[in-house]
């Protein structure tokens, strides 16, 4: 079934708050002075559920290729996140009703968002394959 309109921009309104009060309001450990970005929100068509896929930008996980160390330390950091998130949202929840006036505030649930990991395994799958570009019969690339 298509997602409705109405869930559509319920759902952007809320990525929007949420990514406001990670910015500015929540102050938990966990989070602070971390790049968590919240790509995207999908809320169930009776909007009892909002779904908030999130991905954490560090500097650590910026490279294609981790040692052993730092993918752990990685991971770490994501866990981290997850709990931090995981507590707040009872307070974000609370947000998002006071600035959306609904009847009824959907519940959140935080998703780690591995998509930029995906495609970057991706790129280098198809960096590692080294394929020539097509030629003729003559030695000459095709696009002359």
Same mark, same amino acid.
């Given at each position: 079934m298509a997602k409705g309109f109405r869930q559509g921009r319920l759902g952007e309104e809320i990525r929007r708050i949420v990514s406001d009060m990670l910015m500015n309001e929540i102050k938990d450990p966990r989070l602070a002075g971390?790049?968590? /970005?919240?790509? #995207?929100?999908?809320?169930?068509? +009776?909007?009892?559920? =909002?779904?908030?896929?999130?991905?954490?930008?560090?500097? /650590?996980?910026? #490279?294609?290729?981790?040692?052993? +160390?730092?993918?752990? =330390?990685?991971?770490?950091?994501?866990?981290?996140v997850a709990e931090g998130l995981k507590k707040a949202s009872g307070l974000i929840r609370r947000e998002v009703g006071r600035e959306i006036k609904i009847r009824r505030v959907p519940e959140l649930i935080f998703k780690l968002d591995t998509s930029m990991e995906y495609g970057r395994h991706i790129d280098k799958v198809i960096r590692e394959l080294e394929i020539a570009p097509e030629s003729d019969e003559d030695g000459t690339d095709e696009e002359e």
């Open positions: 971390r790049m968590v /970005s919240i790509t #995207g929100v999908e809320v169930t068509s +009776d909007n009892s559920y =909002a779904t908030c896929y999130y991905t954490v930008l560090s500097p /650590s996980a910026a #490279g294609t290729d981790l040692n052993a +160390d730092a993918d752990e =330390a990685v991971e770490q950091e994501r866990r981290e």
